[in-house]
């Protein structure tokens, strides 16, 4: 089409959804999608479903995926972008090994793909469109399933080897809570979702009364998501608060030791529960920070993320290098 | 003299002792001195000790201070480099307020004077000239009377907003042991000599053995020097030994969240525990990161700092601008 702008594709591959959008080049959503990950079969099913994804979101901007600029991939896992694999998944179904997902979704997509970390790109995104735009340092944090970081300096993303900014894994309390990622007293022990639920079986397990699981069945879920944590905080339930407490004390310590680590700007605070609970707990973990904030007399600005659930698909959208137009 | 190159002082202005180096273009220490920093009196005669101890180093290396392409200063409190002051060095005499040390010290010593925070110019002086030489990106850990920390990210020192790399307040254990700087659980609660000679008196109160202040007396000091602690160790000190294992997982679980943030390269060990105690103790802290350390499969360069003492007052001296042959 004369004079059209170059849409570009974005996908936000988790462990539950795929989050499809197609961006123009101001950034702005023209067309977008969502499906559940499969949850059996292998990475060869989980790419035939982000093509899927990608294409009823092409078809809503009224385009085809081989017409975009190109798609960029936000992943979980190992990324090396110079082969196209992801490698070690472990959310997602068979993914153990490595996979060539570059390929895979160029063939059936039509347009080149790139391919980067979930959590970075997300960084990025609320660096260049959302809540960050004013800064040129910040720190993300993705409260959600774990507690995924990204870290902007000098107006630039810092990877250091390739597994920078894994905040989730900053020890808040030594020889503490079993995380599930096998060591102790991680954040997101405390503070991930995942972790969080297996704390609570246990404790249910144990006797401790609450609505946590009948919300969750009454919702037919089959995880503690953020929606049955938000149902159960909104009816005053006695573990979920408690728990809910217990994790943001720990995003408090652990988020407070990053910054006194790298003294930011700016902290960005999304994933599926920072959103879902929104901003009078963004409050929360900002007060919770503060006796921990070496620097305590300017702290940093403490924000939620501003393009919510879509900043994952955004960002992987900008992964896609600018071209002329198509 | 004809062809000669031109050799630049740098200052390590400590809360016990003021080391001088008059150091050349070739980072090789031409010249050196050290005297106690005095402990009474305020920010003008530390000044004046200051210039008595690079005089003292410059006459070692055969100059005048004034002939010196310009003095360094590392100092502990906060830094204004461009108004030449240093603010707040609790450790420092009468040094709460503000105190003009670069006028005070170009006055006396006829050369230009630069200013920068102890631990970042120590950091630089491993990571150009030091252990840190094969590295991009670098944390300099400096174990001694608190836990300082520099940073190198892509070969340049990261400093935040001015508050960056304060890993002596990682948070460890969250709730846990009081920090001399007020908070909770701090790394240095555990692993700082001042921290941790308050928590021996206390034990000591409370009736436990030691042979620690007896060698604090036997050695003429009045605190738990690192040479104390050294005897003590080798003496197998019961209350010695637990207090520094203590020390060592906390400083291991603090300096592993700080790579799980940064994923830098390599880190460098310092300070006044770190160089007494040394390799040993170097291995001990890698073992204690371990458990913590996110990208256990390939952890970093961990090694001792090489410049030794002497590696403060040759940071310091990087801070003078290259010149022309004096």
Known sequence: M????????????GGTKIQAAVVDDAGNVVGQARNPTPTTGGPADVADEIAATMREASAGADVETSSLA????????KIDNE?????????????????????????????????????????????????????????GVFWGTGVGGGIILDGKPWLGRGAAAEIGHVCVRMGG??????????MEAYAGRYAMELRARREVERGEKTMLFKIMEERGRTRLTSGVWARALDRDD????????????????????TLNVLDVEAVIIGGGLGLRLGQPYVEKIREAMMPHLFASER?????????GDLGGAIGASLLVKATAAA
């Open 177 to 186: 809570a079993p995380c599930p990622c096998g060591r102790e007293g991680c």
């Open 70 to 77: 190109g798609i960029g991939v936000g992943s979980p896992g």
């Open 299 to 307: 702290p940093p600005a403490v924000e939620l993320a501003e393009l």
């Open 2 to 13: 004369f004079g059209r702008m170059a849409y570009r594709g974005g996908i936000d591959l």
């Open 83 to 139: 082969a196209g694999t992801v490698t070690g998944a472990k959310n997602l179904p068979g993914w153990d090994g490595s996979f060539d997902l570059r390929a895979a979704l160029e063939h059936s997509c039509g347009a080149p793909v790139a391919i980067g970390n979930d959590v970075d790109v997300a960084t990025d995104a609320e660096f260049q469109l959302g809540s960050g735009r004013p800064y040129q340092s910040l720190l």
């Open 238 to 257: 006695a573990l979920a608060q408690r728990l809910m407490e217990r994790a943001v004390r720990a995003l408090g310590a652990g988020v407070a030791s």
